[in-house]
């Protein structure tokens, strides 16, 4: 499931989808279609829409050990209308597992677990649960004693769990193609309840590993760095876990400090005096002597001028900040955009 604007993530994602952003020095989808092989899986087809195109050139038709297909939305259709689009593309039995991932969720949890308990219970769906602090935050998934779920409630300040839908599906084939085809439907909204309501089965497969949604610029770069420092293992990681990930090209200057999980981008370049704490930098990026950046992004060819500090930034390709600015809490500067030096401030010691 890849066909999402990312619109949280922008301006990121106005030049490239969420799914293909570099994340710990490859495609976020990268990591998926290799942890995907890692279990067992062989084909994958991608539900795409939003820049289309971009999936095939980034990917072709074989990757990681996985063979790829593509099938695209003309329109918007939901959840529940683009996994019933891609279906289009499957060759399986009507009986046969179908093993749904979303492109922005990064998981740890055991997939062939999962898919085990979804073919022992003879399951329509079998949905990954996992369990959060807040679940107020989230619509919550209640299950019986013997892991059935038993409805889907919208988010309500006294949840009844803390049991959340993580966003990875097992289905049988046949209860995708149930699903209405070509129209706008919603899997959580209408046919889980739906399935539910019939008396199918819909189980709920309860596993607390690792679990992050990269949707937001502070949660991106949370992912991309666990990755990095090892939190979460993946087969596609072009390097050992560590503080930094350089990749090729990329110059550190030994008197920076770069480290936290930073990934410094091809042809980047943090010069001596520097400190880059928790960060992405993008090919091609500079981060001049004595800037610090931490916790943030920096697009294709930004660059950080000396003595300038970002804290939760992001910056989108080719900006350009000049000496002397302060930028934080979150601020985000659009493609091509120059900051004069000392033009933000949040603090008066410049």
């Known amino acids: 499931m890849v066909g999402g604007q990312g619109t949280r993530l922008r301006p990121l994602t106005i030049s490239t989808p969420k799914p293909l952003l570099p994340t710990a020095g490859v495609a976020f989808l990268a990591h998926q279609l290799a942890r995907a092989r890692s279990v067992g899986v062989t084909r994958i087809v991608f539900a795409t829409s939003y820049r289309a195109e971009m999936f095939e050139a980034a990917f072709g038709t074989h ?87 038993t409805a889907f409630l919208e988010k309500t300040p006294n ?27 919603s899997v959580e909204r209408e046919t889980f309840p739906g399935l539910i ?33 090892g939190a979460i293992a993946s087969p596609a990681m072009p390097g050992e876990p560590g503080e930094r990930l350089c990749l090729e090209g990329a110059i550190v200057s030994p008197g920076a400090v770069v480290r936290g999980g930073t990934t410094v981008g091809r042809g980047a370049e943090i010069e001596a005096g520097a400190t880059v704490l928790g960060s992405v930098l993008q090919d091609g990026a500079f981060v001049a002597e004595g800037a610090t950046v931490r916790d943030s992004v920096l697009g294709r060819g930004a660059r950080v001028g000396a003595g300038a500090v970002l804290d939760g930034v992001v910056l989108g390709d080719g900006v350009s900040v000049g000496p002397g600015n302060e930028l934080k809490n979150g601020l985000r500067l659009w493609p091509g955009i120059t900051l004069p030096p000392t033009a933000v401030r949040f603090s008066a010691d410049a």
């Open 63 to 149: 990757a990681h050990g996985v063979d790829l297909a593509y099938v695209t939305e003309d329109e918007p259709l939901g959840t529940g209308g683009a996994i019933r689009n891609a279906a289009t593309a499957l060759t399986c039995g009507p009986d046969e597992p179908v093993l749904i991932l979303n492109g922005d969720i990064l998981s740890g949890h055991d997939v062939r677990a999962q898919v085990d308990l979804h073919e022992k219970a003879g399951a329509a769906v079998t949905l990954h649960l996992t369990e959060v602090d807040d679940p107020s935050r989230f619509g919550c998934v209640p299950t019986d004693g013997e892991g059935r779920v």
């Open 197 to 229: 309501a019939s008396g199918a089965p819909v189980m709920g497969y309860v596993e607390s590993a690792y679990w992050l949604d990269v949707g937001t610029p502070e949660a991106f770069v949370q992912g991309s760095r666990d990755l990095v420092l």
């Open 159 to 185: 949840p009844v769990t803390n049991q959340i839908n993580a966003g990875c599906y097992v289905f049988r084939r046949s209860a995708i193609d149930s699903i209405a085809p070509g129209e706008v439907v």
